[in-house]
Nanobody, 120 residues
């Protein structure tokens, strides 16, 4: 099992910044790619935001490119998301997701989420 805890959510004005973190514990040696997803109140599913592989390769959804930076610290089993120039459309619950591989078993784990609110 892998346990994930997100921190750093809050309320900011448009143009503001927030830093999110995700701490993993448990069977952390099995972790491969780590990613952020978000879910808006009006949506029925979580939507992809960004990922970073164990080797450090990153990827972002188009709407956050140039504003968000995803990173990880493998020694601390931590995932981070620096969010700058926040927009109202960035509002939502942000979830940490990790892909694990142990032999032939592939399992995704999710954190509880942290709320981000961007409003005037």
């Amino acid at each position: 099992q892998v346990h994930l805890v997100e921190r750093g959510g809050g309320s900011v004005h448009p143009g503001g910044s927030l830093s999110l973190s995700c701490e993993a514990s448990g069977n952390t040696d099995s972790i491969r790619t780590m990613a952020w997803y978000r879910q808006r109140a009006e949506d029925d599913q979580r939507n992809y935001v960004a990922y970073v592989t164990r080797a450090g390769t990153t990827d972002y959804r188009d709407s956050v490119k140039g504003r968000f930076t995803v990173s990880r610290d493998n020694a601390r089993n931590a995932l981070y998301l620096q969010m700058n120039n926040l927009k109202s459309d960035d509002t939502g619950t942000y979830f940490c997701n990790v892909e694990t591989i142990n032999g032939n078993s592939k399992v995704d784990y999710w954190g509880q989420g942290t709320q981000v609110t961007v409003s005037s």
